[in-house]
């Protein structure tokens, strides 16, 4: 498709369990990032990616959360021994170009994290 | 520390009418700044941005307006339809070695009546 897209749409987990978080962006992309919306809010950055690199990774909230892109196309963010503060929904976001060049990021529909 | 305010969690407009959307800043690093649209169990969708160096950019039925002195952005939907019943997010990128992360408000729930 043309847009970014996100792998799976709903999860549901017991606590204490891993879970692995798919985001597809879109082709030639350069950059992608990741947010954490809790609801009621406007989404948190957790981290960004430029090609394979991951250049900011100052908003994860532990180091339970780890983010990979290997081939600088898609990305997985894992959460390790999952927490109830964990749950919430996590978008993708990818952009043409880095970021020095004011550029929209576009959004997939995200991950909604259910932690039981 | 909320870098980026939406006052209002809401806002109700008749059809036809001009909606007008309100975000306040305090990073005086942030150079870019965006409007996107939400619908229930979707992803935010880009609507219009505007760079520092302007104070108003236009497209079609959106204007969004800059006051750099005030930290102070708006959109303006004119003439609102229903289709624009949505959460609005105002969001921010700031210069530098940011990296290019969005600090995003809180939102606003607009509803256009018939």
């Known amino acids: 498709g043309a847009g970014v897209s996100q792998s799976p749409r709903y999860k549901v987990a017991k606590r204490g369990q891993d879970v692995a978080l798919r985001c597809d962006p879109i082709?030639?992309?350069?950059?992608l990032f990741w947010y954490q919306q809790a609801l009621g809010q406007g989404p948190e950055f957790l981290t960004y990616f430029q090609n394979e690199a991951q250049l900011d990774k100052s908003g994860l909230p532990s180091d339970r959360f780890f983010a990979e892109r290997p081939e600088g196309s898609v990305s997985t963010l894992k959460i390790q021994r999952t927490q109830q503060e964990d749950s919430a929904v996590y978008l993708c976001a990818s952009s043409l170009a880095d970021p020095h060049y004011n550029q929209p990021q576009h959004f997939g529909d995200g991950t909604r994290l259910s932690i039981l | 520390d909320q870098q980026v305010k939406q006052n209002s969690p809401s806002l109700s407009v008749q059809e036809g009418r001009i909606s007008i959307l309100n975000c306040d800043y305090t990073?005086?690093?942030?150079?870019?700044f965006l409007w996107y649209k939400k619908y229930p169990a979707e992803g935010p969708t880009f609507l219009i941005s505007?760079?520092?160096?302007?104070d108003k950019n236009e497209d079609g039925r959106f204007t969004v307006f800059l006051n750099k002195s005030a930290k102070h952005l708006s959109l303006h939907i004119v003439p609102s339809q229903p289709g624009d019943s949505a959460v609005y997010f105002c969001?921010?990128?700031?210069?530098?070695?940011?990296?290019?992360?969005?600090?995003f408000g809180q939102g606003t729930i607009l509803t256009v009546h018939p």
């Open positions: 505007i760079s520092s160096i302007k």
């Open positions: 990073n005086s690093m942030f150079d870019y």
């Open positions: 082709s030639g992309h350069v950059s």
């Open positions: 969001a921010a990128k700031a210069g530098g070695t940011s990296y290019g992360k969005l600090t």
